[in-house]
């Protein structure tokens, strides 16, 4: 991945795959991005404006993101003073992190999958693993209604399975 900076100060990445190639992470490091994120956001790190250049083939335009809300610009910035967003893993890691807190504000049905605390954020697990896990869209986002089929079986209270039933 190559990384230049503009005379303004804004950063340009050029990945050489597509957003929906980009690998899973681990539920732990998507929900310590969280924290990192909240952090940034108490300490007002802002961060610069981002231009994600994704590579699509020869004959296809390159997909093309811009990070220049100051809300995800301090995420960003946060998962990449940690992990660096010069890797796959640590791009993967904060486009699920701006994917996960897009859906959370778009579909009103994932309400009882989160709580939202003055401590910090509680995820079911099924959904934290879900967002880790499942494939980002052309756009960098989570499909809504994919993640509606994966989580759309019963979920029992805090990820633990329910009890069977004795005779």
Do not use: K, N
């Not at 020869?58 to 940690?82: K, L």
């Not at 967003?85 to 897009?102: K, S, V």
């Amino acid at each position: 991945m190559r990384v230049r900076q503009a005379p303004d100060g804004a950063l340009t990445y050029a990945i050489a795959v597509p957003p929906e190639r980009l690998p899973p992470v681990a539920p732990d490091h998507l929900l310590a991005a969280w924290d990192m994120a909240r952090r940034a956001a108490a300490l007002e790190r802002w961060g610069p404006p981002r231009r994600l250049l994704f590579h699509r083939g020869a004959e296809a335009a390159p997909t093309e993101i811009a990070i220049a809300d100051a809300d995800a610009g301090c995420w960003a910035e946060a998962v990449d003073s940690e992990v660096g967003l010069d890797t796959l893993p640590g791009l993967a890691l904060c486009l699920r992190l701006l994917a996960l807190i897009e859906i959370l504000t778009r579909a009103p049905w994932l309400a009882g999958l989160f709580d939202v605390t003055p401590d910090g954020i509680d995820l079911h697990p099924s959904l934290l693993r879900a967002a880790a896990t499942m494939p980002l869209d052309a756009g960098a986002r989570f499909d809504e209604g994919g993640l509606r089929r994966l989580l759309s079986r019963p979920l029992p209270p805090g990820g633990a399975p329910l009890p069977r039933p004795t005779a």
